[in-house]
T-cell receptor, first 116, second 109 residues
């Protein structure tokens, strides 16, 4: 059974640009969550999608957005990139997500974004 | 969700058992204890989780105290590949919980 796939693995952008990251969840999983990980802030929750709807959102500015497609694949977009957006962006999939107790998350390997 | 406290770092000799402690004194009755680990620059990997009873799977064992205020993750025969940051998180659902700083486990030959 294939795991969570994130593309691209590495990305270099300059300030002001925008970026789109992709996440393919485990087959059958309908919930996709996105996280930002930096050395100083640790793992921070961005948003969670289920059945193409954003159900939960973390405390990030509107420059960070996402969407989910009917096949559960998800993308996140960051517009007007800032130096502080340099981070490892992780997505995680689960069967039904946050509404169910005892739910395990399965993470992808992440996209390492560097903003110059 | 309850807050967890873990030692920042631990060492373990290869082939020996690694016992990683976690305190979660404010855990609620219906909150689970989850353990994940993260190898450098990879995504966190699920290890094990439990509610009240001790749990064991092919990767590790989880021992939860009777009062549920602390737990221990046991890697029975640590290998060099077990060197990673180990996160203990507590919550109704792993996605809602907060990943703290974790414990950096270094397995030494």
């Amino acid at each position: 059974k294939a795991g969570v796939t994130q593309t691209p693995r590495y990305l270099i952008k300059t300030r002001g640009q925008q970026v789109t990251l992709s996440c393919s969840p485990i087959s059958g999983h309908r919930s996709v969550s996105w996280y930002q990980q930096t050395p100083g802030q640790g793992l921070q929750f961005l948003f969670e999608y289920f059945s193409e709807t954003q159900r939960n959102k973390g405390n990030f500015p509107g420059r960070f957005s996402g969407r989910q497609f009917s096949n559960s694949r998800s993308e996140m977009n960051v517009s007007t990139l800032e130096l502080g957006d340099s981070a490892l962006y992780l997505c995680a999939s689960s069967l039904v997500g946050w509404t169910r107790e005892d739910e395990k998350l399965f993470f992808g390997s992440g996209t390492q974004l560097s903003v110059l | 969700d309850a807050k967890t406290t873990q030692p920042p770092s631990m060492d373990c000799a290869e082939g020996r058992a690694a016992n990683l402690p976690c305190n979660h004194s404010t855990i609620s009755g219906n909150e689970y204890v989850y353990w994940y680990r993260q190898i450098h620059s990879q995504g966190p990997q699920y290890i094990i989780h439990g509610l009240k009873n001790n749990e064991t799977n092919e990767m590790a064992s989880l021992i939860i105290t009777e009062d549920r205020k602390s737990s221990t993750l046991i890697l029975p025969h640590a290998t060099l590949r077990d060197t990673a940051v180990y996160y203990c998180i507590v919550g109704l659902n792993a996605g809602k919980s907060t990943f703290g700083d974790g414990t950096t486990l270094t397995v030494k030959p």
